[in-house]
């Protein structure tokens, strides 16, 4: 078990150049947010925005596009039954997340396929949310992207067959075999592990408690992954994925000294000052 420390998180987030703009700073598309779950979508992009994404275009119901604009105007957006935008989308994308809010329907299934069969070997991939139980019983080929999985307990017994009694290092190092090497698999519990195939060892956080047991949770580290995602290209993707993880729980648990629940949304807020923080640490 590797432990995250400061030198990790300093490696990671670093001042920004005086001379880059938002191209640098990651292309993301971020799919979901069916009826009747659109808070979902909109607290992946909240968080992605807030991670210092640089483009943030959102496909969503068609009536969840007035809530999100009214959160976040700083997203593009557009309707998910419009096809031809969403496969433009997908080939300009450099980060597709795809599952928070997404509801395990027809639909639901067509999507992720259409996903899966768009996507190229230099984009990165987010799997998470409704989107992992389809990709569980639909049996789809896994595209030759990137791939990034953010199954909770649950979740991760439908992917990979092992009971929730029954998970442990062991079993997720076994079960990992069978996902293409580089397969990064953010394993959440109470002690969220985060692994790469073919990597003999993982990552363990150290924060986070049940003050974080509350809807949205997973949707805001979601988009939070998405956007360490798409920049801090001096460090690993694996690396990017790891920090991005420890610091959705080091806010939590900053917070949780007066709050006795964390919303989401409290955390969102926090991401661009404690990034902040670390990147004038690492000078």
Not at 74 to 101: H, I, N, T, Y
């Amino acid at each position: 078990m590797k432990v995250i420390d400061q030198t990790l998180l300093e490696k990671v987030i670093v001042e920004r150049s005086h001379h880059s703009h938002k191209g640098d700073y990651g292309r993301l598309l971020l799919l979901g947010g069916t009826y009747p779950y659109g808070g979902a979508i909109i607290m992946s992009a909240i968080a992605a925005v807030k991670s210092g994404a640089g483009l943030v275009t959102v496909g969503t119901d068609k009536e969840n596009i007035p809530a999100l604009h009214s959160h976040l105007p700083e997203a593009m957006v557009f309707s998910l039954q419009d096809q031809q935008l969403l496969k433009e989308q997908l080939e300009k994308a450099e980060v597709v997340l795809v599952g928070p809010g997404l509801r395990d329907d027809a639909f639901g299934e067509y999507l992720v396929k259409q996903v899966f069969v768009n996507l190229s070997q230099n984009q990165i991939l987010i799997v998470d949310g409704g989107a992992l139980g389809i990709l569980a019983k639909a049996h789809l080929s896994i595209p030759p992207s990137q791939l990034i999985l953010t199954p909770h307990q649950k979740e991760w017994e439908r992917l990979s067959g092992i009971a929730i009694e029954k998970q442990n290092e062991a079993a997720t190092a076994s079960a990992l075999t069978s996902f293409p090497q580089g397969t990064i698999l953010v394993e959440k519990g109470p002690a969220t592990r985060i692994w790469q195939a073919g990597k003999p060892e993982y990552y363990q956080l150290q924060v986070g408690g049940p003050y974080q047991a509350t809807g949205g949770m997973g949707d805001t580290l979601a988009g939070m992954i998405a956007g360490f995602a798409g920049q801090f290209r001096q460090a690993s993707l694996y690396e990017r994925v790891v920090v991005a993880t420890h610091l959705h729980s080091a806010i939590a648990q900053e917070l949780a000294q007066e709050h006795y629940v964390v919303l989401p949304s409290q955390i969102s807020c926090e991401i661009p000052k404690t990034m902040k923080k670390i990147s004038q640490k690492g000078n």
